[in-house]
């Protein structure tokens, strides 16, 4: 992956402190002009990349939006994908996992495998959203997400921008990290962004089908991700690293140093 242009860390962390009280849109307005077609948003069309899409195609109603489809999304999910194609006539970039690693994981542990065990739990969230996501960064310079500090604890420290250490420092722009989900759903009211019908529903965040419930009150948002999980990061290896040993072995018996099936 190639390093960004013209920008290291001292020069990230002073665009970061310079940008911390800025508007999300003047963030993306920056980033839009920065880094042109080398950047895309990323969308898993919950309700704050919903937001983060309305606010960057109110700026620039060419800019480049990607998903990626673990192949097994809820069909609302999909639903949504195609409203939103139709709706602001964007070409959403879809990309998939590697076949011939999904039939590898699906051959040696089932197609549930994720119920199993946290490992192989890892092992599918690796195989599904992480290594697809590793593709789609090696054509770009910046990235941008709609992660919140108060989503969770491993998110707490994010920056609206920063070098993504896990991706060959690449630039993350997270334009929406000082925001509230009021100040997200008040957005979604002002400008009618079209959201996701689980919402409504009682789900709180949303993945995959077989993975994600609907919460209670006073439960964590991100709690119905991998419910039946105690202890265990509520992560999927997208944006913070997943390491624990048994992971990395499963991966390993799984596929060949290419990173094919076995
Ligand atoms: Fe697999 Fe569940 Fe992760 Fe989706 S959320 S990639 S189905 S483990």
Redesign the pocket.
Known sequence: MQAPIDLDTQDIAQLACAYESRSPQEVLQWALERFGTRLALCTSFQVAGMVILDMAWRIDPTVRVFTID?G?LPQETYELLDRVREQYHIEVEVYFPEAIQIESIVRQHGVNL?YQDIDL?ML??HT??VLPLRRVLEGLDAWVTGLRRDQTSTRAQTQKIEVDHEHSGLIKINPLANWTETQIWDYVRTYDVPTHPFYSQGYTSI??A??TRPTTDGEDSRAGRWWWENGAMKE?GMHCSIESGNFEREYSASFNQNGEGI
Do not use: N, Q, W
């Open positions: 673990t097994r994720f739990r599918c969230c599904r959203k993945g995959c077989p993975c999927c």
